[in-house]
């Protein structure tokens, strides 16, 4: 039988519960004085010592999506950096995590970065402290329990796009967002939506892991379908109005590969094509009764479908190939950006700023954190869905150093290693 004990919804209720407290104390600090977020950041802490390692990690995959409001003040560094910092020691030590490979090979990364940081010193100790968290996930975290960091995460973004509703509304979270994303179409003003992040491109990166997700777990029936359809509605809505390309494009891929995923057994298939034909139509209805066709045709077909980042890729490309230093050790991560603009590309951002030598220490930390822990299952294109999906928004977006990263291995992780065929075996028994 399906394990129904201190669940909510099929899901585990300290989760949920753990999570609705975190929200409140988020919204107090937001909306009602910023002093709320000290006992919101206690609060993770306090759980990182005494709590289960998986409960901390509902915390930050919860408070992810926060980062951004999640301070004292605009100018500031996000408390939740310093709760990384904090966690990240807590739980290494909790786990004994610094006597393996990937710990001293991190350690490596780190000193080699240490040398062209500069006063950028936080971009250092985030990508480090992720990398040990994302070593103590993999370490850690039962794949059996991955569908309640999935849920964390979701919730996250289900509520952080609802307080994203209130920029612009002359309250306290508009003094940390200077621009509201306008865009003009045809001399008609409108808004691209990214919740709580600064740019829409990184929140529907987000909104698509949070969806590719959330669906895994629909088809299989692992959850309350009710529950996570309305989650997935709703995400959905706000992936498509923050009008991006590389969304819409996303979609249609991550659409294709269930279908083509969902071939066997026959009920999951009939599953996912009912599910996106009903969820099709709907969305459909909802972008002719809207403005949404008639922006994305200006945006796909009226103007440059790159938006400047074939001429962005062809100047770093140049620039690193006439400076031999940059191509094997980078410029350091205190380098700014060229008069372009960032690179919008990864691969290419990663060899500007650490070069080809850091790019590949830092891909392979990733390999073997991602490969230390070994879980034999069938799988299919389903389980590399997340590691496509973000391996084609990586091309078009920089993301090197976002905090967002390592929580994006984790949860690639988590999807390699989901178990579709015992859920669907438990299904059938019941």
Not at 21 to 47: D, E, R, S
Not at 52 to 67: E, G, I, N
Not at 208 to 219: G, Y
Not at 229 to 246: D, N, P, Q, R
Request: proline residues 3%; charged residues 10%; glycine residues 8%.
């Amino acid at each position: 039988m399906i394990e129904t004990k201190n669940e909510i919804l099929s899901f585990r209720s300290s989760m949920i519960v753990q999570c609705l407290v975190l929200f409140i104390g988020l919204c107090a600090g937001i909306f009602v004085n910023k002093y709320f977020l000290i006992p919101v950041a206690a609060f993770t802490i306090v759980i990182s010592i005494f709590g289960k390692v998986k409960y901390t990690y509902y915390h930050l995959l919860f408070c992810l999506p926060f980062t951004m409001v999640y301070k004292m003040s605009p100018s500031s560094t996000s408390l939740f950096i310093y709760v990384l910092l904090v966690v990240g020691v807590v739980l290494i030590i909790k786990t004994a995590s610094f006597a393996s490979t990937p710990f001293f090979l991190i350690m490596f990364f780190a000193v080699y970065t240490f040398w062209g940081m500069g006063n950028n010193f936080t971009i250092v100790i985030k990508m480090v402290m992720g990398m040990l968290l994302f070593l103590v996930f993999v370490k850690k975290i039962k794949p059996s329990d991955f569908k309640n960091h999935i849920l964390s995460f979701a919730l996250g973004m289900l509520g952080s796009s609802c307080i994203g509703l209130f920029k612009g509304k002359g309250l306290p979270l508009d003094m940390f967002f200077n621009d509201m994303n306008t865009i003009y179409i045809d001399g008609v003003q409108s808004y691209r939506f990214s919740g709580l992040y600064l740019d829409p491109n990184y929140y529907s990166v987000s909104v698509v892991f949070a969806l590719t997700l959330c669906t895994l777990l629909f088809i299989n029936g692992d959850g309350n379908r009710v529950m996570l359809g309305l989650i997935i509605s709703a995400l959905t809505v706000f992936g498509f109005i923050s009008y991006s390309k590389m969304f819409l494009i996303v979609v249609i891929i991550a659409i294709l590969i269930f279908v083509i995923g969902a071939v066997k057994p026959p009920r999951r298939l009939i599953i996912t094509l009912i599910t996106f034909f009903i969820g099709g139509i709907i969305l459909l209805n909802w972008m002719k009764n809207g403005d949404y066709l008639s922006v994305m045709s200006e945006r796909l077909f009226g103007e440059e479908i790159s938006s400047g980042r074939f001429e962005i890729w062809t100047s770093y490309l140049h620039y690193i190939k006439n400076s031999p230093i940059t191509l094997l050790l980078g410029d350091g991560l205190k380098a700014e950006y060229l008069e372009v603009g960032g690179p919008h590309n990864t691969a290419i951002e990663t060899v500007y700023f650490i070069g080809l030598l850091g790019g590949l220490l830092f891909l392979f930390i990733l390999i073997t954190i991602f490969l230390y822990r070994k879980i034999k299952m069938k799988r299919n294109i389903i389980h590399y869905a997340l590691i496509i999906l973000f391996g084609i928004m990586s091309s078009t977006l920089g993301c090197l150093t976002i905090n967002d990263l390592m929580f994006y291995c984790m949860l690639m992780w988590g999807g390699f290693n989901y178990n579709m065929e015992k859920t669907e075996s438990l299904l059938r028994n019941n």
